[in-house]
């Protein structure tokens, strides 16, 4: 049998939208690949935040541009900070049988990239000291790595750096190609560089291109699909159209936050602690505000603070809403499966031609797999559908649990 | 100063109706009081269930209607079964220097009453027996005592119970006596007949009795405040069409099941072991209930056990919704304050005289109280709010914290 040749990328598609179309299109060419591998964030994604559309629609989105198997991003992974996040995604990646990954990046070349780690590597000592040193002076950890890169690169007497690491992409490429030399990947990194965003004209002309946080703002503040459909492929238009004569509202911190306050309050200050990510102090800080505020906004007006960085506590409170608490983290080490969420025949052929070359079990039944991060991602689904139809009462859970891969 | 005399009622006010009514008057009357103190029940009441409308609402429609003064019987005590509920009760009345208690009962008369005690008193070794026999078997509480009852009569050689102890009422009252004669309290015990039901002929006259069970089904079914208004005080009527306007729905597990339902999820089986009543296996039928049922008559139609009442399921949800454990349970032996939801210039007057014979502190303004059963209270009342205001997020917490009693 004859190989097919696989390149991996690590997504959210929260929506997926022109650039992502882009991004797949330049990755399969660049790396001559057969097949594309996505591993995909759930239901919620890195930033803390609940998913615009859930992950069975986001992945079809993808099934309908390009993208062949779409494995999704465990919970404790995609939830995570930089290096977390990265590795969970090379895990699976690598366990894909890839033979590449390809990430979009603020730099655009590799070289730069392969220099930063040499460069961090021969200091390695020094740095993690100063990662360290810059996190107990109550500095975020993005800001105390480039504290810490700062430091190697002037004991390195380099006036620029290889790789802007101020820059989020070139954290998370950079992470990425971290967390493939800890597994002695043999995988080959490509990057390409993010097109930046273009004006409204283009949109008009439907084949614009803007990120997926201006695309949810501007739809959150018209209320209308129309006015981002211009940044749209013809197929994620299509289903957030069907999604939103299904559901009426897209998920979002705003909407989720009465299900999220119910949860704080019966909580309680002393109990929240449990739970991943909250530091110490901050259990107090997130029941008060939760007493004392009826939208999310003021909530996080309330909670925000120097010290921790707005993604960080939205991370706080996806774990609070999902329940999710150290001990449950601590017990997930690694990515321990694929979960297959859809996949093209292009996809099928693929799995059927590499099924024992897998590093890890593949699930498309999740009712028949017992692990602890399965567990968690199927209670953040259900979580997610419970707050999405609040009102109503009318989700029906363990679909998750349920749910087969989509097929195209 | 001249001292007043005070009588002490028991009661949850479901709301507050015809029936009660006369209950207040006719317990007025026999132990010719000058003041009529109320303990009720909070937002949760002892069936399990969230009220009809809030503590407040209710404690207003008592004091518009004879009543003096409300205290609030703590979470902890209203949410529990007979025994308990009885316990909470009359610590309060007893606190609150009542000279007599009066309870509604089926017999009506107390003498009957003091010999049953008399009975089990004499044979309070082979009852308890009896009663711990029963439980181990599978019976519920209240079956177990009955048939220890009858285990004493037929010893006792009677064929007649002195009270009949299968009656719901009854039940209550024996424990309210036996709860009295625990703490040797000086008040003296009166009960009166309760007033059967009458015909829908009355309720257009406005003076009809239904039970508050009834009038609340009656409600649910047509939807219509006009349909249960003649068997309401007016005070009554008034402030059930204020809420009606400003909250449109009415507290019933049926509109608080999509809260309990994201709770449950949340928490997965294995944290609801925590949880106050939760007895081995529970947890895993009421997880498995959740997952499956989109509405609350589904979910305990697939909960529901020959071995647990309605009423004891009823009281697990609750404390789930909550998130009243048993080791806060535990911290709460006894009444420990006497929490003033209400009063009329009489209720103040009396408060006034009394004020140094009180045995309990006396609570006007909770956020200046610290007490693990205040917090249970305040936590109870905040989730109730919450769960009124599901899909608005409008609920002000905090209010229950800071609210002051009702002075009529």
Redesign the interface.
């Known amino acids: 049998m004859v190989t097919l040749k696989a390149t991996g990328i690590v997504v959210e598609y929260n929506p997926f939208h022109n650039g992502h179309l882009h991004h797949v299109q330049e990755a399969k060419k660049r790396t001559g690949a057969d097949v594309m591998i996505a591993v995909m964030s759930g239901n919620f994604l890195q930033r803390g935040e609940p998913a615009f559309v859930d992950k069975w629609t986001r992945a079809q989105m993808a099934l309908q541009s390009g993208v062949d198997l779409v494995f999704e991003l465990p919970y404790r992974f995609a939830t995570a900070n930089a290096p977390v996040f990265a590795k969970g995604a090379i895990e699976i990646l690598d366990a894909a049988h890839c033979h590449a990954y390809c990430f979009g990046s603020e730099d655009g070349t590799i070289q730069p990239f392969l220099e930063s780690m040499e460069l961090i590597d021969q200091h390695r000592v020094s740095y993690e000291a100063a990662v360290k040193e810059a996190m107990s002076c109550g500095m975020s950890y993005p800001k105390a790595l480039n504290e810490a890169y700062k430091h190697i690169l002037e004991d390195a007497q380099k006036t620029d750096p290889p790789v802007d690491l101020t820059k989020p992409n070139n954290i998370l490429g950079y992470h990425y190609m971290e967390a493939a030399k800890e597994i002695r990947s043999s995988m080959t990194p490509v990057t390409i560089p993010r097109i930046v965003a273009q004006y409204h004209d283009d949109a008009v002309a439907g084949n614009a291109i803007a990120s997926a946080t201006g695309i949810r703002k501007t739809f959150f503040t018209s209320g209308a699909l129309e006015e981002v459909s211009g940044f749209l492929p013809e197929a994620s238009e299509r289903l957030l159209h069907k999604w939103q004569q299904e559901r009426e509202a897209f998920g979002s911190w705003e909407y989720f936050?009465?299900?999220l306050?119910?949860?704080i309050?019966?909580?309680?200050a002393s109990?929240l602690t449990s739970i991943a990510e909250i530091v110490e102090g901050m259990e107090n800080s997130i029941y008060k505000a939760?007493?004392?505020n009826?939208?999310f906004s003021g909530f996080m007006e309330q909670v925000k603070s120097k010290r921790y960085t707005w993604t960080r506590i939205q991370r706080m409170i996806t774990h609070i809403?999902?329940?999710f608490t150290t001990s449950m983290r601590e017990e997930i080490p690694h990515a321990s499966y694929l979960r297959l969420l859809g996949m093209t025949a292009n996809g099928r052929d693929y799995l059927n031609r590499t099924k024992k070359e897998l590093k890890l079990p593949l699930v498309s039944k999740a009712a028949s797999f017992k692990d602890p991060s399965l567990?968690a991602d199927i209670?953040a689904s259900?979580?997610y559908a419970?707050?999405m139809?609040?009102?109503?009462?009318?989700?029906?859970?363990?679909t998750d649990y349920l749910n087969r891969p989509h097929i195209l």
């Open positions: 936050y009465p299900s306050r119910l949860i309050i019966r909580e309680g109990r939760a007493l004392s009826q939208t809403l999902t329940g567990t209670r259900d979580i419970l707050a139809t609040q009102d109503k009462g009318s989700a029906t859970l363990g």
